[in-house]
């Protein structure tokens, strides 16, 4: 039984109270407690998601499941027919629409349907990714083959020349970037490259329910430079041959939780397009309304819209990239949402010397977490200059983007890892892996490494197998590791996986689902060290079977 059905401000499915207050526009959340009656199936998911998005799920042996189907469109429709409002956008993964409206006897019709759960009113927030851009006349080029001009450092330092030398720049990886605003970004000298090829996907401006982007604010124009440039001798971006999909989700004037929401939309929006990283320099922290802030406790990586909405993008195969903060230097001092997410890879800032820039937020998350995950140039980095020549910028804001695209040109390299194998990788490059801290977290990553680390891990997933051939990795296997199983593609949509040992005695028996020939064992019962003997059975009476070394 619901006793109240009003979500108060700033917390999110918590009961507290009937009355609400009114903060700028009158724009409210409504959940809905189910997908019932829908016309979309988790088995024709062409009608809601791209062919793209739909092979980078096969391809990562994740499933489609209901969080994907689209909002009952009936429940839409009804709340549509109560009078006065505005259906501005659906979020499937939280099963609700954003309305706005004026008229309080409308929101009392809402709450009476009986398939809605609650609303939320959205806040004024402020966002604490403050933007510092400064000019630097006095840029030098460090001699180099590569045209990078000063723009060397801030992808030196991470290790990424490798990776362009070897042709991997991007291509073929699709970038999300959610921001405020890309003003001046085709005119931009730096972004002629982009523009002229065609490899802007689109645009998206949930701000004002168009595809104007090209509007708001300059920040989203140099965030995207700091990838996608290229400029002789000046600015060669981390990906400069991805392809972006570029969406406004900060009203930047206004400053509302509002954006929170515009972020999860924007994300919904991306996923099912087949965008494979995003990137957001933008992070929350502060309401203007001092009992609707977030406070460090709740920015625990799993608790706040945005951060949420962040965690689901990383489970259906998106790497989410963001900025760690820049309040390090505030009494806040602590990361932001989305960055404390548990499947979010933020970004702190170091100078160009890679010491710790003092703006960079700092972890560690509320549980102890590691946090910020890595670090990359934040301070001094290169970026367009929105017409002729190149300009410094200082903030997480730069250091997010240089992350972003050198892991899109880690992903061309090595395109059979998933989304999580790369985060890994990035996080085990790094120079502090070992011994991360609260200012640093892992450090600065090598991606060199990473790639030489992407390449070892995904080698078994690489070989052809014959009809009887049964893959399994780790081999040999930790007790406790998760086991990678690959079978020939015509064994179907779901094996039998046994485990026997060397009496023949079955020991364990699953029913597992395939993908591309792919699945994976979360657990194993405990087993002493040995050999045992792995079976998989097809549905059409298929066997492979594959010798399993536990340590």
Known sequence: MVLNRWFPVGVLFCLVSTAFSQVGENRYLVYFEDKEGTPFSVYEPEAFLSERAITRRIDQNIPITEEDLPVNPEYIDQVRELGDLEVIYSLKWFNAILIETDDQDVIDAILDLEMVVGTQISPVLRNDQSLEIETDESISSPKNNYAYGPSFNQINMINGIPLHEAGYTGEGVWIGVFDGGYSFAQQDLSLQNLVN???ILGTKNFVDGNDDVYQRSTHGSYVLSAMAGYLDDSLIGTAPDASYLLCITEDVPVERRIEEVNWAAAAEYADSIGIDVINTSLGY????????DHSYETLDGNT????????????????????????????????????????VLAVGAVRPDETVASLSSRGPRVDGAVKPNVMAQGIATVVGNLGDGIRTANGTSFSSPVMAGMAASLWQAVPQATAEELFDAIE????????????????????????????????????????????LYPNPRADDEMLNVLVPEEYGAQITLEVYDITGKRLFSQRLSVFGGRTKVESIPVFTSGIYLVT?????GQKATSKLIIQ
Do not use: C, M
């Open 285 to 292: 922290t502060l309401f203007d309304l001092e009992d609707e």
């Open 428 to 471: 085990q490059s790094a120079s502090l892996y070992l011994n991360p801290n609260d200012s640093l977290g892992y450090g600065i990553p090598d991606f060199e490494f990473a790639l030489s680390l992407l390449q070892t891990l995904t080698s078994f997933r690489n070989t052809e197998l014959g009809g009887n051939d049964l893959g």
């Open 304 to 343: 706040t819209l945005i951060t949420r909405a962040s965690n689901i993008a990383a489970s259906k195969g998106i790497l989410v990239v963001t900025s760690a903060g820049n309040s390090g230097n505030s009494p806040w001092y602590y990361i932001g949402a989305p960055a404390d997410g548990d499947h």
């Open 536 to 540: 998989a059975r097809g549905e059409r």
């Open 197 to 199: 090829s065609d490899r």
